[in-house]
C-alpha cells in the first residue's frame, strides 16, 4: 500500500441549520493549521483577536498564529488563566476591554482557542462587544468539541450558580482538530468522554454499542476518535437546528445533567468533580431511577454503569474524593437547579438505552428517597 494511503482522513463537515445563521463545524486531524485559510475564504478582510488560557496557549497557541500570519491576517491574542474560576464577571471585563483596545469592529471576529471555559467566556465577550461580533470556536478539549462549542450558549457565573449569565450567541465556524486533543490529560478526556457515551444514551443506541467495542481506540485516536465526535456533533447539531433555544427536545441534551449538576454544586465546581464526571454518575442515576419507576430494565442501567467504569469514569457519589454528600443537600440544589412546577419536578428519564425522554411530573419524593439510599 502506498505511504499516502495512511495519511490523516479528509476533513468531515456538519452544517448547523439555523436559516441566514447557518454555520459548519469542521473536524479533522490538523485543522488547526488551516485556521488562516479558513478564514480568509470565509470571512476575507477580518481581523482576529484569539483568546486562550494560559495551558492552552503553551500548547496551541504558535500553531494557530502561524496558519493566520501565513495567510496575513492581523491578530492579537488574550490569554486567561485556566480553570472555571475565569467564567466571572472580572475576567470577561478584562477580555472584553482588551478586545476593544485591539479595535475588533463588526466585520472582525473573535477566535475562542480552549476549552468549555474559554469558549463560553469569549463567546459571551462577541456577543455583547459591538453588540455582537462574530465568533469562529476551535475547541480544544473534547467537551468542547462535542459540546459547548455547537450551539450558541455562552456566558460566565454568577457567585449564585453556574452559568446565570449569559446569552445565545450562535459561532459562525467551528474547527475541531482532533489532533489537539491528543495533549490532554486523561482525567480531562474522559470527562469530556461522558457527554460522547451521553449522545448514545440519548437516542442512538447503536452509537453506545459501537463506544462499548471501540472507546480504547476512540480514546488512542484516529479514525475512532474523529467518528465519535462527528457523531455526537451531527446529533448536537441536529438538536439544535430543531431548537435553537431549549423549548423542547435540546432539554434531551440534559440527560444526566439534574443529578449532575447538583453534585457539582455539593462539590463547589471544584477539581474534586469535574462537570463530565459529575454527568457520568448523573447519568448512571438517570438509568437507575427510571428503571426503580419501572420505567427501564434495571440491566440498562447496569450497562451504562459497566460501560463509564471501564472507561475510568466514576459512576457512584461514594466514589467523590471529600466529605460525604447527602440527600438532603443534593435535593435542595436541585430544586434550586430545576424549576418546580405544581410540586413536580422535570428530569430526562429513559425507557433504556437510546430511549430517553422529558418527563415533567417527577415526584421530589421519590426523587429524595432514591438519592437517600445512593449516597450511602
Ligand atoms: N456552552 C455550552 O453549551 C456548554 C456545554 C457544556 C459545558 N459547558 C461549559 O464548559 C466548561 C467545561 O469545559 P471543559 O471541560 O472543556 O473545561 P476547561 O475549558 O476548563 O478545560 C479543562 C482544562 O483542560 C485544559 N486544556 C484545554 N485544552 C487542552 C489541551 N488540548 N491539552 C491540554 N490541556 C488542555 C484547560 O486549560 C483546562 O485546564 C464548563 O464551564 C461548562 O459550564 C458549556
Ligand atoms: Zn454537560
Sequence with gaps: MPEEAVQAPAVTAIKVELGARSYDILIGRGLINDTGAELQRRLPGARVAIVTDETVARLHLNMLKASLRAKGIDHTAITIPPGEESKSFAVLSRVVDEIIAARIERNDVIVALGGGVVGDLAGFAAAIVRRGVRLVQVPTTLLAQVDSSVGGKTGINSPRGKNLIGAFHQPTLVLA?????????????????????????????????????????MAAGWPEREEAIAIACRAKAATVAADETEQGVR???????TFGHALEGATGYSNRLYHGEAVAIGMVLAHEFSARLGLAPQEEASRVAAHLADVGLPTHINQIPGQRLTAAELMQLIGQDKKVARGKLTFILTRGIGKAFIARDVSPESVAEFLAEKVT
Design 177 to 217: 482538530d482532533c489532533g489537539v486533543l491528543d495533549s490532554l490529560p486523561p482525567r480531562i478526556f474522559n470527562a469530556g468522554y461522558a457527554e460522547v457515551a451521553k449522545i448514545g444514551l440519548i437516542q442512538n443506541a447503536d452509537f453506545f454499542a459501537w463506544l462499548e467495542k471501540n472507546w480504547r481506540a
Design 251 to 257: 432539554a434531551l441534551l440534559n440527560l444526566g445533567h
